[in-house]
């Protein structure tokens, strides 16, 4: 069974920028598209990034453009999520997931369709 492990969360103060790593177990259809999540206490999980593990397409949510930058790469079974310019609603539960390729598609349309879920790892921005 594929397993996501998820690092990188830290706390930061307002302006700063943190990376988080999702390392895969394998590489098999079931993970072809890997994506970043987040939960924020009291709100619902809200899509962030994804990538083809293969080719390398990606798609943000409109909304996370500009600050968020996710990557792969395919030697290290890991996915990236750069993040920059973080702000105090940066704060929450950052997620990455595995699913299908028709699960990575413009602003992470079908989030049903990433099957395989990591930890998490907590993101806190100070002001």
């Known amino acids: 069974k594929v397993q996501l492990v998820e690092s990188g969360g830290g706390s930061v103060q307002a302006g700063g920028s943190l990376t988080l790593s999702c390392i895969a177990s394998s590489y098999t259809y079931s993970t072809t598209s890997i994506g970043w999540f987040r939960q924020a206490p009291g709100k619902e999980r809200e899509g962030v990034a994804c990538?083809?593990?293969?080719?390398?397409?990606?798609y943000y949510v409109d909304s996370m453009k500009g600050r968020f930058t996710i990557s792969r790469d395919k030697s290290n079974y890991t996915v990236y999520l750069q993040m920059d310019s973080l702000q105090a609603e940066d704060t929450a539960a950052y997620y990455c997931a595995a699913g299908v390729p028709q699960a990575c598609v413009p602003n992470l349309a079908y989030p049903s369709l990433f099957e395989i879920w990591g930890q998490g790892t907590q993101v806190t921005v100070s002001s």
């Open positions: 990538i083809h593990v293969g080719g390398g397409t990606t």
